[in-house]
């Protein structure tokens, strides 16, 4: 009875769904890296993993009701699968925002699906306490990135949605930043460079001797839960 009472105003409301005004998106759902630098070809050769990610998107549907633009952040954690003896405390994470339009291809019923493209900047960064040489290290990237979502709200109301997205982001990263700390001398040593003089300088990044390679640095994948709000 519960869900047919939430099913009944969403059936009747959707052949006058209102498409233009403010919309507000809450995100929940899992984060993933991919390519070699997130499984194990890194600075403590260890597999990131798929972690919780929560974000939100804020935007403008014109009266035109096929498309809308906005903004939106998200974060990530990505667990450490590290079974070294010498990375203890390991951790990652990633954050990313973007700006972008979404088209909106049904204008009635209940269901909503839409595609969206944006433009944006993305970071990323791992910390570990290296217990062979008593220092703590940690490295980090950014970068612009391109952003290709899709999902699908179903109103429940004029005012409520819930839904399915998709995010993917083609990040270019720009700057690689290493920096470590020994514990003793209190010694910070940090180093940024584009991801292509690491390269060129045969930087060395686990303990496996795999050399950098520029080309496995991560994209960003997101896969939530949406909640809509339109006041």
């Not at 429940?156 to 003793?184: H, K, N, P, Q």
Request: net charge negative; aromatic share 16%.
């Amino acid at each position: 009875m519960f869900v047919l009472a939430l099913l009944g105003p969403a059936a009747s409301y959707g052949q006058a769904r209102r498409h233009d005004g403010f919309v507000g998106q809450l995100h929940l759902g899992l984060g993933w890296c991919t390519d070699d630098a997130c499984d194990e070809d890194n600075a403590i050769d260890a597999k990131l993993g798929t972690g919780a990610s929560f974000g939100m998107f804020l935007g403008y549907r014109f009266p035109t009701p096929y498309v809308g633009v906005g903004a939106n952040w998200q974060y990530s954690l990505h667990p450490v699968d590290d079974d070294k003896n010498w990375a203890e405390d390991a951790e990652a994470h990633s954050f990313a925002f973007d700006f972008g339009a979404r088209a909106h291809p049904l204008v009635r019923g209940p269901f909503d699906p839409w595609v969206g493209l944006g433009i944006g900047y993305a970071f990323a960064g791992s910390s570990w306490d290296n217990t062979q040489i008593d220092r703590s290290e940690s490295s980090s990237l950014d970068g612009p990135a391109f952003v290709f979502s899709v999902g699908g709200d179903y109103w429940l109301s004029d005012r409520f949605a819930v839904g399915l997205a998709i995010r993917y982001m083609l990040v270019f990263w720009s700057e690689l930043c290493l920096e470590t700390e020994y514990a003793d001398l209190r010694w910070p040593d940090d180093t940024c460079a584009a991801p292509d003089e690491w390269e060129d300088r045969g930087l060395f990044v686990s303990l496996r001797g795999a050399r950098f390679d520029g080309d496995d640095l991560p994209d960003l994948v997101q896969f939530l839960l949406t909640g809509t709000f339109a006041p």
